[in-house]
């Protein structure tokens, strides 16, 4: 942790002693401010790295897992989501102060003394660049701005796991300082003159502050109480038709008013049937209260009536609790047309086939005729425009 002190060896190379590195006067360019914000950043990494991983398994399970996933808390996912993201973007305010505390180091001389150093210099290289850009690629999808030809979420995943590696390699070869730090032989934790001290009070303070702003002025995206604070986040979540922002509109899409008017649900297993959409209004008694989670972090409460998909599935001879099930829109295309969901969702009495919103009947970029509405999903599996449900 305190690598501020060593006593730097001669270069072996002649030449190299007459090189000079820059000499840094601030006194906050020390191991202590660093090592305090790196406890910070490691910890919203974790918890990153965790709710991330949970948003990965309910997207894509394997196979053993994928009959057996959760569908409750009903707020699960908005929860570990909205963590996701918020704590996202308090690393984002704390990733810089980081920076700043230790980029004198990069010029220490001679650049390596050892294999343990150089192992170290490589892990903060390989830390600081991926974490950067997990950020900053992570906030810029939230924006829905791909400036990029990759495709964002195997990618972000993928590098979570080199984000992961680097941290443990990083703490593997500061053990050592690590261990002196804890059993107090560290100069890092030395009584510091008292004007340092202060130097850093100010500084963390400031920092807390930082994050505190920014995750004030974003949280209301999800915590809808703080909703009035939300300035800085892209979406509000209570502005769009019917009180619910859209993701995808249904001119996006390629779904249009017109081509609903021949409109049926086809319910496909062992006794296949077809449901037009007046008798499936007949049917719809079934009313849930459930979160609309977006990946991209916002996600709000709303009322919806429906018909139950289990009741649905039983009909068609399926075997709710047993059987999974696949969702088709009317979607022409898209990586959201075609959903599974496993059987703890199709049994779950909550998990609707909605063919109403807060009271009222769907709007036609809220899914019209007839969306898919779950407990404890990623919003990107709330499929809607569906036409065809298939027992599995
Ligand atoms: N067919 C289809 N369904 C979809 C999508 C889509 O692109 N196509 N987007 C999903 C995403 S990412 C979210 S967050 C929710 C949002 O629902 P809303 O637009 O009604 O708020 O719809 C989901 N359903
Ligand atoms: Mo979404």
């Not at 340092?196 to 949280?219: C, I, K, P, Y």
């Amino acid at each position: 942790m305190d690598g501020m002190t060593f006593r730097v060896p001669k270069p072996p190379i002649r030449f190299l002693s007459t090189v000079r590195p820059p000499s840094f006067g601030g006194r906050l360019h020390d191991a202590r401010t660093a090592t305090a914000v790196g406890r910070w950043l490691g910890a919203a990494f974790g918890v990153c790295l965790l709710t991330g991983l949970v948003s990965h398994y309910l997207q894509h399970p394997p196979g053993w897992l994928a009959d057996r996933l959760p569908a409750r808390p009903v707020w699960g996912y908005r929860l570990t989501q909205g963590l996701h993201v918020a704590v996202g973007i308090a690393a984002l305010a704390l990733l810089p102060v980081k920076l700043w505390a230790v980029y004198p180091r990069l010029f220490v001389w001679p650049p390596v003394r050892s294999v343990r150093h150089a192992l170290e210099r490589l892990s903060i290289a390989v830390l600081v660049a991926t974490a950067v850009f997990q950020v900053v690629t992570g906030l810029l999808n939230i924006v829905e701005w791909y400036p990029w030809s990759f495709s964002f979420v195997p990618v972000h995943f993928a590098v979570a796991w080199v984000v992961a590696g680097s941290i443990l390699l990083h703490v593997a070869v500061k053990a050592p300082e690590i261990r002196a730090h804890w059993s107090g032989r560290s100069s890092g934790t030395r009584a510091l003159p008292a004007e340092d001290v202060a130097d850093r009070r100010s500084l963390l303070l400031a920092v807390g502050g930082a994050v505190g702003v920014v995750t004030l002025t974003t949280v209301g995206q999800s915590v809808t109480p703080l909703k009035a604070l939300d300035l800085l986040a892209p979406r509000s979540p209570d502005h769009g038709p019917q009180g619910l922002p859209v993701n995808r509109t249904a001119a996006a899409a390629g779904v249009s008013a017109d081509g609903l008017a021949r409109w049926r649900l086809e319910v496909v297993g062992p006794q296949t049937y077809v449901l037009g959409l007046g008798e499936l209004r007949t049917m719809a008694a079934a009313q849930a209260r459930l979160p609309i989670a977006c990946v991209e972090g916002w996600s709000v409460d709303a009322d919806w009536g429906g018909v139950r998909v289990r009741d649905l599935v039983e009909r068609a001879g399926g075997r709710p609790g047993r059987d999974a099930l696949r969702v088709t829109s009317l979607e022409a295309r898209g990586a959201y047309r075609v959903m599974e969901m496993g059987a703890e969702y199709v049994d779950d009495p909550l998990t609707l086939l909605a063919l109403t919103l807060n009271g009222q009947r769907l709007s036609l970029d809220h899914g019209f005729p007839a969306r898919i509405i779950a407990p404890n999903r990623p919003g990107v599996l709330q499929t809607k425009w569906v036409h065809r449900l298939e027992v599995l």
